[in-house]
């Protein structure tokens, strides 16, 4: 973990780690380990999204590439952006015709952007590819390239870790530093069978569960922590039917007493009592619309996938 992390974690760690129930912020479960293991749970059986929404990608990259005319593409929570490529070649094929085009793939994870990045530009060498290490629920987002000519995608359902504030926060960021006629591309995983739903987040291969642990391995590194092991938790995946999200929970099996060196802190959690760590919200489509257009982001175009489970969502400011 890099030293300037420590602080951002630290600040987190204070606000939430002595709330009831304690909360930490989703962006600390991808370290460099984190990033990996969510790699991996892309791959895994119960994890449909990934699968759903690169078949939409498949079938309309070309058109969302061509509709929003493109020159600069940015791509948040990019990743390891094995997805985008169905967009990156679209856009390599208005390269090849002469037109100058850029990709800038924006993360927290510093390692997983580096490599991803390295590779891109071995492997697109008519993009210029610009990968900026940022959070994207700070301030305002400072968007490169002509206005007019922007595509900024934001897949993988990731938005569903925002809950209802922090979403209409989000949209009206973003679409404050959209200008006119600049697109915006939005995964998101849609509400259906609870039980699918709840697999997907519980696989049985405990890919999730060890990426959900993960984030006791951050908080042990980072704020170098005695007393703290990932091994004292348990994996928790459930759905809130009232709040229709998937939330992940770490539980404590047996009573955790550890010391933040860095905070100067001790932190007691009795056995049982459980931290949040990650939300995922699911969406019907007509209300994710009526969203992005209060915020200014007018529908364009929306695919799902044959199951219907996932939908692609393309508006314009
Ligand atoms: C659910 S994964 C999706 C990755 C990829 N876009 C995909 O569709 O497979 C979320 C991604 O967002 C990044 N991320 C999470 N919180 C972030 C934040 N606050 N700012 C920037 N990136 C963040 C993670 O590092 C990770 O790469």
Do not use: C
């Not at 479960?29 to 059986?45: A, C, M, N, Q």
């Not at 200008?179 to 739903?197: C, E, P, Q, S, Y």
């Not at 951050?218 to 939330?247: K, S």
Request: glycine share 6%; aromatic share 8%.
């Amino acid at each position: 973990m890099t030293v300037d992390v420590v602080a951002p974690l630290a600040a987190d760690a204070l606000a939430g780690l002595w709330l009831d129930p304690p909360v930490l912020p989703t962006k600390w479960l991808y370290d460099e380990r984190g990033s990996r293991l969510f790699d991996e749970i892309t791959r895994v059986p119960e994890y449909y999204p990934t699968r759903r929404e690169t078949a939409i990608l498949r079938a309309h990259a070309d058109d969302i590439v061509a509709t929003s005319n493109a020159t600069t593409m940015v791509e948040l929570g990019s990743g390891t952006s094995t997805k985008t490529r169905l967009l990156l070649d679209a856009l390599a094929a208005r390269a090849a015709a002469g037109v100058d085009v850029t990709y800038v793939p924006v993360d927290v994870s510093a390692e997983m952007l580096a490599e991803s990045s390295t590779i891109l530009a071995r492997d697109y060498p008519g993009i210029a590819i610009e990968p900026t290490e940022a959070d994207f629920t700070e301030s305002e987002l400072l968007l490169p390239g002509s206005p007019g000519n922007r595509l900024v995608v934001f897949l993988g359902g990731t938005i569903g870790n925002f809950d209802d504030d922090a979403r209409r926060a989000f949209f009206d960021g973003l679409a404050a530093s959209l200008a006119v006629g600049d697109h915006f591309l939005l995964g998101a995983d849609l509400i259906k069978d609870t039980g699918r739903l709840v697999a997907a987040y519980n696989d049985k291969a405990g890919v999730t569960a060890d990426f959900n642990r993960n984030m006791i391995e951050v908080l042990r590194t980072g704020l170098a922590a005695t007393g703290l092991y990932a091994d004292d938790f348990d994996h928790i995946a459930r759905w809130n039917p009232a709040r229709h999200r998937i939330e992940m929970w770490l539980r404590a099996r047996r009573d955790v007493r550890a010391y933040f060196a860095v905070l100067q802190r001790e932190w007691v959690l009795p056995a049982g009592a459980e931290i949040l760590t990650e939300i995922s919200t699911k969406f019907d489509p007509a209300t994710l619309d009526a969203e992005l257009a209060d915020a200014g982001l007018a529908h364009v175009t929306s695919w799902t996938d044959p199951h219907g489970d996932f939908l692609l969502t393309l508006s314009r400011r």
